[in-house]
């Protein structure tokens, strides 16, 4: 796993996962692996993989049961999906305003690069 | 836990190495020493070791010295040191001789840390090369299970992929138990697993710090530049 230098590493991991829910590789009521096992296949450290299972059950994305481990939650795709978008709109979405405001690109040439886009994929 | 106090060591007649040196090591922690070259690392965990003695101040581990050479100590505590020689014997035939000495010694440990590096148990130490040898001798020293263990560059000499499955095998053995110590100034190979780091200059702590508990990303070679560029400006 490639990690960037913006976001806490507790934070990609978990997107990582997420990700992988939202691929279905992940299916709701599914085991998550343990964290160590996780850990090592991320190479990051235990206490690290802790934190971002914690972050994950705080936002009902997965859940722990007792003695079995860790599984994803019913619903929790559609919940991935809206914390992304709620993302999206928060943080991803300023960036790109941002940006444009420094290049001078208006609204409208970004819709007209968009329609592109959808006719040639 | 490790507890250093006001260490003061130098080799021979030569300026001390470490000064008034004070530090404490936490159980449950795998910790990265950083260090410019020549600036007590090894020497730091062959302190902690008992294998050098402090010429003032002591360290302590779970309450006893390492000098003392008391072997309730020394079974909990294992050092990979940076270059070591191997006897041209098989693996089964090494690890049934140094296993004894460690009470919680894990073949399947052992076996599980070969896995990482993809390596079979069943080899002869006299036929590996440097690199393997050190992949191996890294599964022993994992396995040993100790409470403590010590790694002096672990990483030299390991090409990338070996570096990634050192990596993994670390974060396999490492358990809430444990403390881990590794100097390094390899900082980019192992600072995804710490959860510590420390860099220390002679006779100052220059920065000791949780990468765990830290919400902002660390960018762990530009923070060892900037704290020895800062600390070279105030002197």
């Known amino acids: 796993m490639e990690f960037k230098n913006q976001k806490p590493i507790y934070l990609q991991i978990a997107d990582h996962i997420c990700n992988r829910i939202l691929l279905g590789e992940y299916g709701e009521d ?53 914390m992304r978008r709620t993302e999206f709109f928060n943080v991803q979405l300023p960036e790109v305003f941002a940006l444009m405001d420094t290049l001078g690109i208006s609204m409208k040439e970004v819709a007209t690069q968009y329609d592109a886009s959808r006719h040639t994929t | ?53 402090a ?28 270059e070591y020689d191997l006897p041209a014997v098989h693996l089964s035939d090494y690890v049934s001789a140094i296993a004894p000495f460690y009470p919680n010694f894990s073949m399947e440990l052992m076996e599980k840390c070969l896995a990482c590096f993809e390596m079979s ?76 780091v420390i860099i220390i200059d002679r006779n100052r702590v220059l920065l000791n710090l949780s990468l765990v508990e830290n919400e902002e990303p660390v960018d762990l070679e530009k923070l060892f530049v900037d704290t020895l560029t800062y600390n070279s400006l105030q002197q």
Not at chain 2, 25 to 51: A, D, E, P, V
Not at chain 2, 134 to 150: D, E, G, Q, R, S
Not at chain 2, 178 to 187: E, G, L, P
């Open chain 2, 1 to 53: 836990m490790i507890t250093i106090k006001n260490l003061t060591f130098a080799y021979g007649k030569k300026s001390p190495v470490l000064q008034d040196f004070s530090l404490d090591f936490q159980q449950g922690n795998i910790y990265g020493l950083l260090g410019k070259n020549g600036t007590g690392k090894s020497t730091l965990l062959y302190l902690i070791m008992g294998l050098l003695h």
């Open chain 2, 55 to 82: 010429q003032k101040g002591e360290v302590l581990v779970d309450g006893m010295s390492g000098k003392d050479r008391n072997p309730e100590l020394m079974r909990e505590l294992f050092l990979l040191p940076e």
């Open chain 2, 121 to 196: 148990s069943d080899v002869n130490l006299g036929a590996l090369s440097m690199g393997q040898k050190k992949k191996v001798y890294m599964c022993i020293a994992l396995a040993a299970n100790t409470p403590y263990l010590f790694m002096d560059e672990p990483t030299n000499g390991l090409d990338i992929l070996s570096k990634s499955q050192f990596r993994k095998a670390i974060v396999t053995a490492m358990s809430p138990e444990k403390t881990i110590i590794v100097s390094t100034h390899q900082v980019h190979d192992v600072e995804r697993v710490l959860d510590h």
């Open chain 1, 30 to 82: 599914e085991r998550l692996p343990s964290v160590r096992e996780f850990a090592a296949e991320v190479e990051v450290n235990v206490n690290t993989v802790t934190r971002t299972f914690e972050y994950l059950q705080q936002n009902e994305v997965a859940a722990s049961r007792r003695g079995l481990g860790i599984f994803v939650m019913p619903g929790a795709r559609e919940r991935v999906y809206a």
